[in-house]
């Protein structure tokens, strides 16, 4: 086996897997001046996790952390070096060695916008040098009460750890600030889904404009929905994002209208109208949707759905799902032998088409931590 499929497997095991981080252990790494937690409790994108590089301190991962040893059997272990010891439980062995990304020093609550919020509030470093932030905290699926079950985007304002609508300027200082700690060298804009013809689009050219007039080098990432009217995407290239996201996170139509009931309400065809929209307007290589594995859809039926969007030129973001901390668990663990069938066969056509996830320019694909799509394409 190669080293790179080495890494492939293992990272592949641990975004199915997690880790098992014991309380009793959080207060003997504080003593070590260990700073870690269990990640964010809301929010966008997978929750209840950090990000951690493998052993050959390159390759990014974000890691579930479990607070129950039964939901997994790798322990994040002692920390010798710069690396944490990860332990297999059921063989008694150590299964590899993990580095955790440090937080960065602007989430200290000193670090103040101008108008006085925490910048950790505004926008957070999501791997080690994406920055993060949902412009628009609500989403009106949550609001009729059809909230995909996946979705923890209006907790992070019941945790009380970010604001409901943020400006292009707070956006922009939190920018100044963590370039010069290193952390942001592309950024990730997402938002809830409005109740408005344009969905929200109005409202990330306004942000867009406003972020590259003050940082016309960082390359921006934004996520809508699929639109009925195709000149929004247009405004939002036109407006400076560089990659975009239309996601559909599930690929039945069974399954859509029991995980995501309110979006459910938009056709598949209408991801494909937007999706090949989308490819004439970003360009070759930047256009992605998220696609969630885990809630038992055939084999067959998924890798078809796949290709399809891999021969329209879309890179499939796929990750297992992921269980919303301090809730009940809506799916068990996605087998990773399966995932790493998916992520192979996924790779092999992603080559037979000439979709390439490495010339992303900008977002989750460029950070790669939630998913192995990036190194099951270096793997075949």
Known sequence: MSDIENILRIKTDLLCRGLYLSKSLLSHYKTQGISIDFGRKGGAGPLGGRYFLLADNETLVNVALWDKKQR???????????????????????????????????????????????????????????????????????????????????????????????????ISEVITVAKKEGRCSHMTITSGTEASEDKGALRYTNILRGLKQNHPDIPLHIQIEPLDNLNYLNQLKEAGADTIGIHI?????????????????????????SWKHAINTFGANQVESFVLMGFGEPHEIFMNKIEEMISLGIIPFITPVRSIPLKHSITPPTNPDDL?????????????????????????????????????????
């Open 340 to 380: 790493l069938r998916v992520y192979y066969k996924t790779a092999e056509l992603m080559k037979e088409y000439g979709v390439n996830p490495l010339k992303n320019k900008a977002g989750c694909v460029r950070c790669g931590g939630c998913s192995a799509i990036n190194e099951s394409f270096k793997a075949i």
């Open 72 to 170: 997994t059997p790798y322990t994040l272990g002692e920390k010798k070096g710069s690396f944490f010891e990860i332990l297999n439980g059921q063989e008694d062995s150590l299964f590899t060695k993990l580095k955790l990304i440090p937080n960065p020093k602007y989430y200290s609550p000193q670090y103040k916008t101008s108008d006085g919020v925490e910048m950790k509030r505004i926008a957070l470093v999501h791997g080690v040098d994406c920055l993060g932030t949902t412009i628009y905290q609500k989403c009106k699926y949550w609001e009729c009460g059809e909230a995909c079950k996946f979705c923890g985007i209006e907790l992070s304002l019941q945790y009380d750890t970010t604001i409901v609508e943020k400006s292009a300027q707070q």
């Open 249 to 273: 996170e599930v690929l039945t139509d069974e399954l859509r209208k029991r995980i995501t009931p309110g979006k459910a309400s938009i056709p598949y065809s209408s991801f494909v109208k």
